[in-house]
């Protein structure tokens, strides 16, 4: 039996105007024949085939072959794979992105973890910031699916003195945690950009005003007031 | 430009495309990602990178022009969402972001380097990382930079859509 599988170098994206995905099984002859057949419009692909002897057509073995020929990689542990996926003329990312079989987030999901955030909503109200940072110290471990720590408790306590230390028109226009344990807020203006950062030891922060050189420091948090001025300075400008 | 690392199949090319995958919900808010998608740890570890070709630190991409790196891209990512979460709360897959090499390696107030990193099995993957040595705070807008131009390449699976 002879399993042949199509190879050819993926252009840019840019250049594509369609990607189609046909794979296809014929197990009823006795034999497994499988085809991945990446195919962009009309071009022909040159095939690799790849023999597979009647005597070890067991399903790992075809698996391992798959795997072998670097295709499919990872999808194969049944031959469950081997089955028209659909065929998709649009934006290539799509169609991957059509093909997809896991759980994906759903518009409940999104808008159940949205909720869990008190929007600023650009209202820029205090009371809006700190509501957020108390919910940022409580973030359960792994909250950003990727094994990210909760802020502390101390990086809250700082961001919130930082916070309370600004005039009312100069408070921050985003606040996010970060799964390293920070508590960042941003102010954006036209070409400019500040963010400050609280991880409870440190105030990380860079602020670029315009097309004005850009100042930016690591410096341990000692107290609001002793924040470097040129931050200050700098919301100040855009705030 | 030479390769990295044995398995990748290639340098990595200005003209190519890297995908992140995305995960997790709590790195979206109202539909947009938020700099929660990208660790200033991950961009620049606290005792510096890690030179592993396959596990290299960085923000893990994969170059999905590359034979194979589409298909390599969607099965780490399911690979990701299957694997147990500490909190019990479970990964979903959210999409892709796809970026363009020239446009991650041109942010400015970096630089952000974009490393192939490829090992048997996963020969496309790639890091994106800042140069040891670099300030923390100096990376600031360079993450601000590149989480924008994931929200200009985003790509959400289907049932995804509705709530971006």
């Not at chain 1, 990872?74 to 290539?92: K, N």
């Not at chain 1, 518009?107 to 205090?126: A, K, R």
């Not at chain 1, 973030?139 to 916070?163: E, I, T, Y």
């Not at chain 2, 020239?102 to 993957?125: F, M, N």
Request: proline letters at 5%; one cysteine or more; charged letters at 20%.
């Amino acid at each position: 039996m002879e399993l042949a599988l199509s190879s050819r170098p993926r252009p840019t994206y840019a250049h594509v105007p369609s990607v189609r995905y046909d794979v296809m099984a014929d197990m009823m002859s006795g034999g497994i024949v499988a085809s991945l057949d990446s195919t962009i419009d009309d071009v022909n692909l040159p095939f690799v085939p790849v023999t597979i002897p009647t005597e070890r057509r067991s399903r790992p073995y075809v698996t391992k072959q798959l795997r072998n020929a670097t295709f499919v990689i990872g999808l194969v542990s049944s031959m469950s794979f081997l089955e028209t996926m659909p065929t998709v003329a649009a934006d290539p990312v799509a169609s991957w992105l059509s093909g997809w079989r896991g759980t994906v987030a759903s518009n409940d999901t999104l808008q159940t973890f949205d909720g869990f955030f008190e929007p600023v909503g650009g209202s820029q109200h205090l009371a809006v910031l700190n509501d957020r940072i108390d919910r940022f110290v409580s973030l359960p471990a792994g909250w950003d699916g990727d094994d990210g720590v909760a802020p502390s408790q101390v990086a809250g306590v700082h961001s919130k003195a930082f916070l309370i230390s600004l005039k009312t028109v100069n408070l921050p226009h985003e606040c996010h945690a970060v799964g390293d344990g920070e508590i960042v807020l941003q102010w954006r203006g036209l070409d400019s950009f500040i963010e400050a950062a609280f991880d409870g030891s440190t105030v990380s922060w860079y602020a670029q005003i315009g097309t004005g050189a850009a100042t930016y420091s690591d410096d341990v948090f000692v107290n609001a007031e002793a924040v470097d001025k040129r931050l200050t300075d700098a919301i100040d400008l855009i705030g | 430009m030479t390769k990295r690392c044995l398995e990748s199949p290639a340098p990595i090319d200005a003209n190519e495309n890297v995908a992140r995958g995305l995960y997790s919900p709590g790195i979206f808010e109202d539909g947009k990602v938020t700099i929660a998608a990208v660790k200033m740890d991950e961009l620049l570890p606290k005792l510096g990178h890690v030179d592993q070709c396959g596990d290299s630190s960085g923000v893990s991409v994969f170059r999905v022009d590359q034979i194979n790196g589409e298909v390599q891209a969607k099965t780490e990512l399911q690979a990701i969402v299957n694997r147990p979460s500490k909190n019990g709360i479970p990964r979903v897959a959210v999409g892709f972001a796809v970026l363009s090499v020239s446009a991650v390696t041109q942010i400015g107030d970096g630089p952000l380097l974009l490393l192939d990193d490829g090992k048997t099995g996963l020969t496309s993957h790639a890091v994106i990382r800042a140069p040891d040595g670099k300030e923390k705070a100096a990376l600031r807008r360079a993450r601000d930079n590149l989480v924008s131009l994931m929200n200009k390449s985003l790509h959400t699976f289907p049932a995804a859509v509705a709530a971006s």
